[in-house]
């Protein structure tokens, strides 16, 4: 069974830093494509990030690049997204997300492309 474990959210100050993890187990980490995506109160759920582990690709929303770093933790089958300098607009519920033999592209990451999800963390980044 694929299960997916989002930690690490909580309150941060603007300009702070905050890591959420991803716990994953249930299938071959290496064939998967990680994403992570968020949505905050009122708004529709955006793609935030993904990574491809086949070939390492990685994608970032406008929003966050040069914010947000990708990254895993391959003997532990976890993903990562380090997130500096937050600002309160990226307060949002942060999910993570996987589907095997996905490679991501420059164009985003689409929720309806994704076969599994976690149950998400939430995010508040005070200003």
């Known amino acids: 069974e694929v299960q997916l474990v989002e930690s690490g959210g909580g309150l941060v100050q603007a300009g702070g830093s905050l890591r959420l993890s991803c716990a994953t187990s249930?299938?071959?980490?290496?064939?998967?494509?990680i994403g992570w995506f968020r949505q905050a109160p009122g708004r529709e759920r955006e793609g935030v990030s993904c990574?491809?582990?086949?070939?390492?690709?990685?994608y970032y929303t406008d929003a966050v690049k040069g914010r947000f770093t990708v990254s895993t933790d391959n003997t532990k089958n976890t993903v990562f997204l380090q997130m500096d300098n937050p600002k309160p607009e990226d307060t949002a519920v942060y999910y993570c997300?996987?589907?095997?033999?996905?490679?991501?592209?420059?164009?985003?990451?689409?929720?309806?492309?994704?076969?599994?999800w976690g149950k998400g963390t939430t995010v508040t980044v005070s200003s």
């Open positions: 249930g299938f071959t980490f290496h064939d998967y494509a």
């Open positions: 990574l491809s582990n086949p070939d390492g690709t990685t």
């Open positions: 997300t996987a589907r095997p033999f996905y490679y991501c592209t420059q164009y985003g990451v689409f929720d309806d492309a994704m076969d599994y």
